[in-house]
């Protein structure tokens, strides 16, 4: 679908390689520029080819050598989106700029991926995604009432509100681009986009089923819209919300005559009744529920680990997840006339360093990076 689109990635960790990943995966062509001795999580260097790569091109640049910039310049004459996610006015520092970048290239977008923003009190501070979702207020509400919050690993900041604003805003710089001439800057910030996405919660407000309190609003409180752990210590989900689904919910569990679970929406009685439901659902394993109410309409679901998402006969059947390279991976998404992507192969890191320079008439690979 983005064929012709081609991305420049000053690779970091995070949201920033998702990004370009998902891009590569629509079918852009991206050259991931990454240092020599890039720094895992643990601080220890990093030498194996990166999952998160898939479908790139990947070039070594010492960025902070006349060389390595002057490479990475080259690159994006002819690139249609930039992406980098360090600290604000590191690139600025580097000469790699927006201004810098642009004065190359004027239809250039430039992709800013960060936790806190380019601006503001915290810009320039350390983070990761539990803090930036912690601030915008997107963590407050993950968990019961008598829980800490619990963050659901990278999915709310990184990706959902990151990694996928930032795709949002460089797809649409790009038209814009292609109808003006002119590039723009894309400020993709973890804070602004995890905010964003609480949205269609904050509309609850208005009909009292979001209160402030953690464990007391329809989603995180309600006995028909929860996790139950089973006999066998897996879990389900269930999410019994519409009148017809909830009716459907009791008289599958044989509760439909029962007088306490008569009264749906009556708050009071949630944390009673939700006390009732896992009484029952701890009383058998997780099988059991899903011959019962699996592809139902009570609206149910088991809770999977990713390796047993991937063998499950839904998941297996639509081809969401495939193992490749001696890792589990997921496809491509979402998909477009019925088909399943095949993304490209992940590559070694610096793999493509010698062929890009030569097409750019770049002979001093010494030079571009030091390793």
Known sequence: MLSGIKVVEICGIGPGPFCAMHLAD??????????????????????????????????FAD??????RELVLKLIESA??????????????????PQDCQARNPRLVYGRMTGWGQSGPLASAA???????????????????????????????????????LTIGLLAGVLNARQTGKGTVVDAAIVDGSAHMMQLMLSLQGRGLLKEQR??????????????????????????????????????????????????????????????????????PRDHWCQLLEGSDVCFA??????????????????????????????????????????????ERGEHTARIMAALDINDLAAVWKP
């Open 26 to 59: 629509l079918g852009a062509d991206v050259i991931a520029v990454e240092r020599a001795e890039s720094k895992s999580i643990s601080g220890q260097a990093s030498h194996t080819a990166n999952p998160v790569n898939r479908g790139k091109r990947s070039v």
């Open 63 to 68: 960025l902070k050598s006349a060389e390595g």
């Open 80 to 97: 249609d989106v930039l992406i980098e996610g360090m600290r604000p006015g590191v690139m600025e520092r580097l000469g790699l700029g």
């Open 127 to 165: 983070g990761h995604d539990n803090n930036y979702i912690a601030l915008s207020g997107a963590l407050h509400h993950s968990g019961t009432v008598n829980e800490a919050p619990s963050s659901p690993i990278t999915l709310i900041g990184d990706i959902g509100g990151g990694a996928l604003y």
């Open 215 to 284: 464990g007391k609003s329809v989603h995180d409180g309600s006995h028909f819209y929860a996790t139950y752990r089973c006999a066998d210590d897996n879990y389900v989900a269930v999410g019994s919300m519409e009148p017809q689904f909830y009716a459907l919910l009791l008289q599958k569990l044989g509760l439909d005559n029962d007088p306490r679970f008569a009264k749906q929406w009556d708050m009071n009685r949630w944390e009673e009744l939700r006390g009732l439901l896992a009484e029952v659902f701890a009383g058998q």
């Open 302 to 347: 088991p809770v999977l680990s990713p390796r047993e998402a991937s063998q499950h006969q839904h998941m297996v059947e639509r081809g969401v997840y495939f193992e490749r390279d001696g890792a589990l991976q997921t496809s491509p998404a979402p998909r477009f006339d019925g088909r399943v992507e095949v993304p490209g192969a992940i590559p």
